[in-house]
């Protein structure tokens, strides 16, 4: 009953009689070369029909300005108060790139000081907004007698700790959907991932280079910009650095927001996490625990290494990098043949120890079946 019916079979042999694709050929001759290692799970799949389920489950779908239904008032309230909130958010984002920033350029101005101070009291007090919007969710929770989702529970409590981390909103009571600006809420998965990125990935470009004339002009020409531009160049190039951190971590926020594996994304981007968290460093530099001038130079080569390196990664998924590497196409080729190859490599194995198990399990049941 499980097996493979003729209808479909012949099916197959149609649609593979009609294929014109020699890669999608390659592919079905290396896995029938591999049907008798892999009898046993054909024969297991009679008792085992789970074996059969091969279909992909990545969604790539584009689902956008999905319906929510305001069941309830906290439901109500989040449709409400989403977009107050997201601009709140991105205000305190701004913010904190100009708190960071100050660090990383103190030069004694009392004006940009008290400036940078009075810019810390704001955002204490969109804080205390974000920390009312908490506790008021709790409370319209209780007396809805709803109870709010696990992850968009977890999602809340680290935007208290980081308010701009609210960018990306989770709905409450449904947290496979999300609430982005023009988008409207809408389905978290492979697919607005994939859009969003794309959408990013030239635009970090640009910003990613920025940092080229900025570290050239910091270590080789200051004084020559300096005095031909007659301004303070640390605030300008203060200002560059903060444009460039506050893009990267709101991409960064953005798509965390969407994925659920966090812990994956944050393993692939690690660059980026450093990008962000590298200016931190200058608060060390202010508390006179290291060397001023060692941990700078350390952490701008490491700013410019990062960035260089994200830059590439937009360039490959934009699609830009094979146009600059046009000098030489068998190297992009090259590379992703080899990834192929050792997913394929993973994939054999899988099926190896798929099969010695369906092995086992055939001989366990030819055993009681004897006794």
């Given at each position: 009953?499980?097996?493979?019916?003729?209808?479909?079979?012949?099916?197959?042999?149609?649609?593979?009689?009609?294929?014109?694709?020699?890669?999608?050929?390659?592919?079905?001759?290396?896995?029938?070369?591999?049907?008798?290692?892999?009898t046993p799970i054909g024969v297991l799949s009679k008792d085992y029909p789970l074996?059969?389920?091969?279909?992909?489950?990545?969604?790539?779908?584009?689902?956008?300005?999905?319906?929510?239904?305001?069941?309830?008032?906290?439901?109500?309230?989040?449709?409400?108060?989403?977009?107050?909130?997201?601009?709140?958010?991105?205000?305190?984002?701004?913010?904190?790139?100009?708190?960071?920033?100050n660090f990383s350029y103190d030069e004694g101005h009392?004006?940009?000081?008290?400036?940078?101070?009075?810019?810390?009291?704001?955002?204490?007090?969109?804080?205390?907004?974000?920390?009312?919007?908490?506790?008021?969710?709790?409370?319209?929770?209780?007396?809805?007698?709803?109870?709010?989702a696990q992850s968009s529970f977890v999602r809340k409590i680290l935007s208290l700790i980081f308010p701009p981390m609210a960018i990306g909103q989770r709905h409450l009571l449904e947290p496979e959907k999300i609430w982005l600006p023009f988008y409207g809420w809408s389905k978290c998965n492979e697919g607005l991932f994939n859009h969003l990125k794309k959408q990013f990935s030239i635009p970090m470009i640009v910003i990613a280079l920025l940092i080229i004339p900025v570290l050239l002009i910091e270590w080789q020409f200051y004084e020559e910009v300096e005095t031909f531009l007659n301004t303070d160049l640390s605030l300008v190039l203060g200002l560059v650095q903060g444009f460039i951190w506050l893009a990267f971590t709101f991409e960064f926020l953005l798509l965390i927001a969407i994925t659920d594996d966090e812990f994956t994304y944050i393993k692939k981007n690690w660059i980026d996490l450093l990008i962000i968290l590298l200016p931190f460093v200058s608060f060390v530099r202010s508390l006179r625990l290291v060397?001023?001038?060692?941990?700078?130079?350390?952490?701008?080569?490491?700013?410019?290494?990062?960035l260089l390196m994200k830059a590439r990664?937009?360039?490959?998924?934009?699609?830009?990098?094979?146009?600059?590497?046009?000098?030489?196409?068998?190297?992009?080729?090259?590379?992703?043949?080899?990834?192929?190859?050792e997913n394929q490599k993973e994939r054999e194995i899988i099926e190896e120890d798929l099969a010695k198990l369906s092995d086992w399990l055939l001989k366990k049941e030819a055993k009681e079946k004897v006794q």
């Open positions: 009953m499980n097996q493979i019916s003729d209808e479909k079979k012949a099916a197959l042999i149609s649609a593979i009689d009609q294929s014109e694709n020699p890669f999608v050929i390659a592919q079905i001759e290396a896995l029938l070369k591999r049907e008798q290692l892999l074996v059969l389920q091969v279909q992909s489950t990545r969604d790539i779908s584009l689902q956008t300005n999905l319906s929510i239904k305001a069941v309830n008032a906290l439901s109500r309230y989040q449709e409400l108060i989403v977009w107050p909130k997201f601009l709140v958010s991105l205000t305190m984002l701004f913010i904190s790139a100009a708190i960071i920033n009392l004006q940009y000081s008290a400036f940078i101070s009075s810019l810390a009291v704001i955002y204490g007090i969109l804080w205390v907004l974000f920390l009312m919007d908490a506790l008021l969710v709790a409370r319209l929770a209780h007396t809805s007698k709803v109870r709010i060397k001023v001038a060692r941990l700078s130079q350390l952490s701008r080569g490491y700013k410019l290494r990062a990664e937009g360039f490959i998924f934009a699609s830009f990098f094979y146009r600059l590497m046009a000098v030489k196409p068998d190297y992009q080729l090259k590379k992703l043949m080899k990834k192929l190859n």
